[in-house]
């Protein structure tokens, strides 16, 4: 299912013929889980444009009330620019990071050779080059 939640989780131990070692660790578990489909409720786009995310939508909301956002904060204009300013300020945060300076070199074509004349003594392959 693309669009699923988990509904309910159950678990039994020491069920079956196995029951629980004299330390009282169980030697058997049985997992039951329940699974939602959410399709008929809410979508989320395949597009990466990023103007879907702006719109209103199902999606939108569900997230909305999974992160806690009020009322007010779904509704109110200035609100809603706060956050998408909020969001815009840590993305140009994180893109000038040491890490994604880090992933951007090492993703060059003269790193990636010498990863590979690296990894071909260790006995694996990379398959990109």
Same mark, same amino acid.
């Given at each position: 299912?693309?669009?699923?939640?988990?509904?309910?989780?159950?678990?039994?131990?020491?069920?079956?013929?196995?029951?629980? *070692? %004299?330390?009282?660790? !169980?030697?058997?578990? #049985?997992?039951? /889980?329940?699974?939602? @489909?959410?399709? *008929? %409720?809410?979508?989320? !786009?395949?597009?990466? #444009?990023?103007? /879907?995310?702006?719109? @209103?939508?199902?999606?939108?909301?569900?997230?909305?009330?999974?992160?806690?956002?009020?009322?007010?904060?779904?509704?109110?204009?200035?609100?809603?620019?706060?956050?998408?300013?909020?969001?815009?300020?840590?993305?140009?945060?994180?893109?000038?990071?040491?890490?994604?300076?880090?992933?951007?070199?090492?993703?060059?074509?003269?790193?990636?050779?010498?990863?590979?004349?690296?990894?071909?003594?260790?006995?694996?392959?990379?398959?990109?080059?």
């Amino acid at each position: 299912m693309r669009n699923a939640m988990v509904t309910n989780v159950s678990l039994n131990f020491g069920v079956g013929g196995l029951g629980w *070692r %004299t330390d009282g660790v !169980p030697l058997s578990c #049985d997992i039951n /889980v329940t699974i939602r @489909d959410m399709s *008929r %409720t809410m979508y989320m !786009p395949i597009v990466t #444009d990023t103007g /879907v995310w702006d719109d @209103d939508n199902k999606f939108s909301d569900f997230m909305a009330v999974l992160g806690s956002a009020t009322l007010h904060q779904r509704t109110s204009g200035w609100a809603k620019a706060t956050q998408n300013a909020n969001v815009q300020f840590q993305s140009w945060k994180s893109a000038f990071s040491q890490g994604a300076i880090m992933n951007k070199f090492f993703d060059l074509p003269p790193a990636r050779m010498v990863a590979n004349v690296f990894t071909a003594f260790t006995g694996t392959a990379r398959g990109d080059l």
